[in-house]
Structures are given as C-alpha cells and as structure tokens.
C-alpha cells in the first residue's frame, strides 16, 4: 500500500481481555517496528522485525506481550491479560532498510483503551 | 546506551516569531544518525530529516533549518517565522549503527503557535 496502515484505529477493552493489534507496513519495506506512545511521553521501542532475522524483543515490557510478523508483511502484537497501564498508542513504523538509518514511515496508530 | 534529551517540554509563541527545539544526545557509537520527527493533533508522526554523524552541515529547507554540532552532542531544530500550522509535538531521535537499529526518541516538545 502507500502508506503503513493499523487497525483498529481505536480500541476499548476490559482489563483482562486479550487483544490483537496490526500492522500492514509498506510494501517491500524489509523492517518492520513497534511503539509505545503513552499520555504524555515519547515514544517506547517493543520490537523490531528485519527480513528472516530473529526479532529484537527487547522492549517487550512483560511476557504479556507477543508479536509475529508473517510472511515478512503483516505483524500482530498481542497484549494478553490487557491491564490499565496498557492503556496507549501503539505505533507501528516501517523502513526500506533498517541497517542504513533510513527514516521510517509510521501508521497512524492504535489507540488502546483499557477500562 | 543511547539517550536523547529534549528539555523543553512545551513552548509557546505568536505566529511570525522564530523557535528553536533542542535536542541532545548520548551514544558511544562513532556512526549513528539523528532525525526529527512532527507529531500533529491528528497523530501520525512525519518524518522530517535524517542526518548522519558524518556530516556536520547545517540544513535548510523552507523555514526550517537544524544545527548539528557533535562537540556538544546537539541537534537543534529552528523554524523561521512561526505559522499556526507548525503546532505539533517534535521529536528528536537517534539510531546507533552499532546493535539494533531502534530509533530512540526524546520525550518531545509541544510547539504551540498562537495567531
């Protein structure tokens, strides 16, 4: 597509609910990242997919969250047990090359709420 | 490890006036590159340049120009004559050529031009 896309773009959820979030980067973007934008704050790395290399999941804050990206295009991050802290934009960005420092393109985000 | 620091929280001023965005950064690596980035009240982050640690030019484009000075570890953003249009939250980032290629973000700085 032209841009990245993520849906839903606006989610409500009780705490203790799972939830499923996505990500359609740009096609032929080989890297593919996840943020977490809380009220106020900048913007926290999750995860980071590049080609068939294993993920970086380092900021992954709990074993609550997951994610996969599927045939190196459409990612999933999964919250499990959805708690109020999880409340947040989640962004998703994707990049042409992530090696070479080239500015990723971000989606417009998922705004999770957890009542 | 790296850090970016953008001191100012919030900064107000009246369309026409010149503003500047401050950005420090800490990182070990020799090769890294900076970027900037806007947040608009409709959310989606627009990339705005990328500068590489190599080069240490001044960049203009329009009203906006960045001053990179690596003996201060600094990465400041000026915009000329202030328009309504420019309120957004900035962002500034840095991703180091060594380990993951996570772009790490400053908490951001609200810009509000009033008329």
């Known amino acids: 597509g032209a841009g990245v896309s993520q849906s839903p773009s606006n989610k409500v959820t009780e705490k203790g609910k799972d939830v499923e979030l996505r990500c359609d980067p740009i096609?032929?973007?080989?890297?593919l990242y996840w943020y977490r934008q809380s009220l106020g704050q900048g913007l926290e790395f999750l995860i980071y997919?590049?080609?068939?290399?294993?993920?970086?999941k380092s900021g992954l804050p709990s074993d609550r969250f997951s994610a996969e990206r599927t045939g190196g295009s459409v990612s999933t991050l999964t919250i499990q047990r959805t708690q109020q802290e999880d409340s947040a934009v989640y962004l998703c960005?994707?990049?042409?090359?992530?090696?070479?420092?080239?500015?990723?393109?971000f989606g417009s985000g998922t705004r999770l709420t957890v009542v | 490890a790296q850090k970016v620091t953008q001191a100012q929280t919030e900064i107000s001023v009246v369309e026409k006036e010149d503003v500047t965005l401050d950005c420090v950064y800490e990182?070990?690596?020799?090769?890294?590159?900076l970027f900037w980035y806007k947040q608009p009240p409709s959310g989606e982050l627009v990339f705005l340049i990328r500068?590489?640690?190599?080069?240490?030019q001044n960049e203009i484009s329009g009203r906006y120009s960045w001053n990179f000075q690596k003996s201060t570890s600094s990465f400041n953003f000026t915009i000329t004559a202030s328009q309504v249009v420019d309120s957004a939250v900035y962002f500034c980032?840095?991703?180091?050529?060594?380990?993951?290629?996570?772009?790490?973000f400053g908490k951001g700085t609200k810009l509000t031009v009033n008329p």
């Open positions: 960005a994707s990049s042409l090359r992530g090696r070479q420092g080239y500015g990723y393109t």
């Open positions: 096609s032929g973007h080989t890297a």
């Open positions: 980032a840095l991703m180091a050529q060594g380990g993951s290629e996570k772009l790490v």
């Open positions: 990182t070990r690596d020799t090769t890294y590159y």
């Open positions: 500068r590489n640690s190599f080069d240490e």
């Open positions: 997919f590049q080609g068939n290399s294993a993920p970086d």
